[in-house]
């Protein structure tokens, strides 16, 4: 394993969640100031291809890295950004209508599914009561 490679993950593991290059560039560069930005992206799409890592768009900001250690899905407010992990298999309904109807084969953990989260939509009621 390379260098950048050993500190990219590294800093995804310590990052504990979801985190844009930028901000892996700027854990991995604590340790090693010579790593690019460059770097960083190439490494990520070594991981990717070797199925270690996988990266998610969670509405119109950059994309986010993650350890592919779990299958799941995310759901984002937007209202409020805030992103909560579920389970994949919520959507396999969905993924085999998809294929048995239109023989579309879906990859739902590309994108993030977006709507309104809990905390906002009883922010909603009170707004409505009051
Ligand atoms: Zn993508
Ligand atoms: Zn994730
Ligand atoms: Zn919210």
Not at 101 to 110: A, G, I, L, P, T
Request: proline share 2%; charged share 25%; net charge negative.
């Amino acid at each position: 394993m390379t260098h950048a490679r050993r500190a990219v993950l590294q800093a995804l593991v310590a990052a504990r969640a979801h985190v844009t290059a930028e901000d892996l560039l700027n854990i991995v560069q604590i340790d090693s100031p010579e790593i690019h930005l460059s770097t960083v992206y190439r490494t990520l799409d070594a991981l990717e291809n070797l199925g270690v890592v996988d990266h998610v768009h969670l509405g119109h900001g950059r994309a986010v890295y993650h350890l592919t250690d779990n299958a799941h899905q995310h759901i984002v407010c937007e209202k409020c950004s805030a992103v909560e992990e579920v389970p994949s298999k919520l959507f396999l309904q969905l993924e085999k209508e998809l294929m048995d109807n239109y023989q579309f084969k879906v990859r739902m953990n590309h994108f993030a599914v977006i709507g309104t989260c809990r905390k906002c939509l009883a922010k909603l009621e009170e707004s409505r009561d009051s």
